[in-house]
């Protein structure tokens, strides 16, 4: 480190020379010297914000409505806004540290922070996330796909033909499918499924915002449906609650955790961007996360006000049971199949690597471990979504656990251990407020959720 005549710092950061002036400009490069694309050949603005919001919404749309029945809607909104700010921030401090090292991936900066226990520490967070999350893809795909294609037939076969075999189907949809896309070595080819993904999930959304003026409340209790049934919003169960308190609230904050992880995904998708600036991604990120967070809003308040305090922890089921044949309804559930289909693979792109660094390290890459690797956890993540028993699990577990982790905890330890910031900074105090929330919610939500099993298995 020298000082020049203008006064300005300059810092030798993997042989670059760089200002402070030059690196508090938010227009320069994250990287002088990234491994991503520096020219015409970057993703898109565009591509990028769509694969970052693919990265982001996946089934964590589908528990949403059931965090809010079990927090009311006023503080389903205020911890909603609260996590995605935190996520936001979160990105904001991983930008500034790949700013000032020059290392642009998680398990990278998990290393440079506690060496190589750290990098072990990330790169196994990383594939227990995603992991899990595929799991929860795959079943969602398993248990829907039968029930999409039966109620596209009339009348219903009958029998278990081959063809809604949730098995089989489950087998032919990841290796015809999911694999050849998981197979590309950059994401940024994924932009053009990312954007379909995000169309289906508006789509979603529109479909259960006009499917709350097709089913009646209070519910029939046979859950069959008549022209002449109407609401009647004065009976207790059709009136909206702002506060909930409950053993099952615990599953909101880990639900919320695990709808808005991006983090594994964002390095990689910034060194696929053109012209990578600092502003520049995080432009990406703040545009990503707001569209999200006001398609969950919209999903979640109207899935809610559909069912009240019967909303499914997967919403999609509630509409199984009173619109088992709605033209929309279908429509929607082929839908979501695709938008978490297409999923798969993006969120499958941190967790190879995590997994190929853990096993070679930063040796040059090789199409044999890169096919080998994509082949094994794809089959681990299949034969996992049969024993996955209730999708709320896997959000309440996977969001209290890992999800917190990589949201809160981990970008904190890492700007606290690496940032030339003074320690009474406020973006060194906002860090430590980080780590302590990231803590704090998932100890106790994971320790809640496992007393609910222990009184309720």
């Known amino acids: 480190m020298s000082q020049n005549?203008?006064?300005?710092?300059t810092i030798r950061t993997n042989g670059t020379v760089q200002t402070t002036e030059e690196r508090d400009n938010e227009s320069t490069p994250l990287l002088g010297n990234a491994p991503g694309p520096q020219g015409p050949t970057g993703a898109s603005f565009s591509s990028c914000v769509f694969n970052l919001m693919n990265a982001i919404m996946g089934s964590g749309i589908l528990g949403l409505a059931y965090a809010m029945a079990n927090t009311g809607i006023l503080c389903f909104c205020l911890l909603l806004l609260l996590v995605s700010s935190l996520a936001s921030y979160s990105i904001h401090l991983l930008l500034k540290l790949c700013d000032q090292t020059g290392i642009t991936s998680y398990e990278g900066l998990g290393f440079e922070a506690f060496q190589k226990p750290g990098k072990i520490m990330v790169a196994s967070?990383?594939?227990i996330q995603n992991i899990g999350a595929m799991s929860s893809y795959l079943f969602i795909i398993k248990s829907e796909l039968p029930a999409a294609i039966s109620s596209f037939l009339s009348p219903e076969p009958s029998g278990n033909p081959w063809y809604l075999n949730d098995w089989?189907?489950?087998?032919l949809v990841t290796f015809c499918v999911v694999l050849p896309l998981a197979m590309l070595p950059k994401i940024g080819f994924l932009g053009y499924t990312s954007g379909m993904s995000f169309?289906?999930?508006?789509?979603?959304?529109?479909v259960v915002v006009i499917k709350k003026w097709s089913i009646p409340?209070?519910?029939p209790r046979n859950h069959t449906l008549t022209p002449s049934q109407f609401s009647n919003f004065s009976d207790p169960e059709c009136i909206p609650k702002l506060f909930v308190i409950s053993s099952k609230s615990a599953y909101a904050v880990p639900t919320m955790a695990y709808s808005f992880l991006c983090h594994t995904a964002v390095l990689p998708i910034y060194c696929e961007l053109h012209r990578p600036t600092k502003k520049r991604m995080q432009r990406v990120v703040n545009v990503g996360i707001s569209l999200s967070f006001l398609v969950y809003l919209v999903s979640s308040l109207f899935g809610y006000l559909t069912f009240y305090e019967h909303v499914e922890s997967e919403l999609l089921l509630g509409y199984d049971l009173f619109l088992p044949h709605d033209v929309l309804?279908?429509?929607?559930?082929?839908?979501?199949?695709?938008?978490?289909?297409?999923t798969v693979p993006l969120i499958h792109f941190p967790a190879r690597k995590a997994a190929i660094m853990l096993i070679r390290?930063?040796?040059?890459?090789?199409?044999?471990?890169?096919?080998?690797?994509?082949?094994?956890?794809l089959t681990v993540v299949q034969l996992l979504a049969?024993?996955?028993?209730?999708?709320?699990?896997?959000?309440?577990?996977?969001?209290?656990?890992?999800?917190?982790?990589?949201?809160?905890?981990y970008p904190g330890l890492f700007y606290l251990r690496l940032s030339d910031d003074p320690l009474k900074s406020p973006h060194a105090i906002s860090a430590v407020a980080l780590v302590v929330f990231g803590v704090f919610v998932g100890l106790l939500s994971l320790c809640v959720i496992i007393v609910t099993w222990a009184q309720d298995p």
């Open 329 to 342: 309804v279908m429509c929607v559930r082929l839908a979501i199949l695709l938008a978490v289909l297409l």
């Open 361 to 377: 390290g930063e040796q040059p890459f090789s199409w044999i471990h890169h096919v080998v690797v994509t082949i094994f956890l």
């Open 5 to 9: 005549d203008n006064g300005n710092i």
């Open 386 to 409: 049969v024993y996955v028993p209730d999708i709320r699990n896997v959000f309440g577990v996977v969001g209290s656990t890992t999800s917190t982790c990589l949201l809160f905890v």
């Open 199 to 206: 169309l289906f999930m508006l789509f979603f959304t529109v």
């Open 125 to 127: 967070t990383i594939l």
């Open 217 to 219: 409340c209070p519910l």
């Open 168 to 171: 089989l189907l489950l087998m």
